[in-house]
């Protein structure tokens, strides 16, 4: 998919590049140290790059790479889900999305936004109407771009340090 917008040329594209995931892991991980130290452990691109090439080849997983004029500045890392019937729940599919990732120096410019369009575009190319996420609570960018593209709470994770 290539966009043409105020004359910059953008580019999202499938990849099973796992270094370049690992390289565009740092921005949202950086975030979620930065958030959450107490959960985060800091960047490691051996570690992470070690974690992205044993996934990324799986057949539920499909990573986008957002592209800018030939310049790779962010991705999103989505699962295709099939939940089945059980005795609690009807069955349904979803795109499920584990990352978003933008270049900070890049955020705020819409680019988000057309990943967001191409995962649906990818939901409704495989006959799914529904798209999950969740994101740290105190995460107050990602509370705010999910809420700007659409998405509704419909259930809440909590916990209790003991």
């Known amino acids: 998919m290539n966009f043409l917008t105020m004359g910059v040329y953008m580019k999202i594209s499938q ?30 691109f051996g570690d992470i790059k070690t974690f992205f090439q044993g996934i990324i080849d799986r057949k539920e997983f499909m990573f986008l790479v957002l ?46 936004s057309k990943l967001m369009d191409k995962i649906s575009d990818i939901a409704k190319e495989n006959g799914i109407s529904k798209i999950e996420l969740d994101y740290w609570f105190n995460n107050e960018i990602a509370k705010n771009f999910y809420q700007k593209n659409d998405f509704v709470k419909y259930r809440e994770f909590v916990y209790k340090d003991i």
């Not at 991705?75 to 499920?96: G, T």
């Open 15 to 44: 990849t099973n590049d796992y270094e370049l995931i690992a390289k565009l892991n740092k921005f949202v991980h950086d975030l979620h140290v930065n958030l959450f130290p107490e959960y985060f452990k800091d960047y490691n």
């Open 67 to 112: 592209e800018d004029e030939g310049q790779p500045i962010g991705y999103a890392w989505i699962e295709l889900r099939n939940y089945p019937d059980n005795a609690f729940k009807k069955a349904y599919k979803s795109v499920y999305v584990h990352q978003i990732s933008i270049a900070e120096n890049q955020r705020k410019q819409g680019y988000g």
